[in-house]
């Protein structure tokens, strides 16, 4: 799992970026970045971004991320 150096703006988890977070009881969900592009996917994480649940599947490939290495790709 990666963070970005913004935590407020996005997620990264298992190379898909999430973002647009909203609060969630205690925790934050956030969609995933392509939600716009039709893809349902989102996490709920803690307010300190910890993963907590993944939900929904990816309708498109892993967005190409300059900064991400093979090793989070698992
Ligand atoms: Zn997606």
Do not use: W
Request: proline letters at 4%.
């Amino acid at each position: 799992m990666i963070k970005t150096s913004d935590l407020k703006k996005a997620f990264i988890f298992q190379g898909f970026t999430y973002n647009r977070p909203r609060r969630k009881g205690d925790g934050l969900r956030l969609f995933c970045s392509s939600y716009r592009r039709g893809c349902k996917a989102l996490v709920f994480t803690t307010k300190e971004f910890n993963l907590v649940e993944v939900t929904g599947f990816h309708t498109h490939p892993r967005p190409r991320l300059h900064y991400c290495c093979r090793d989070s790709l698992k």
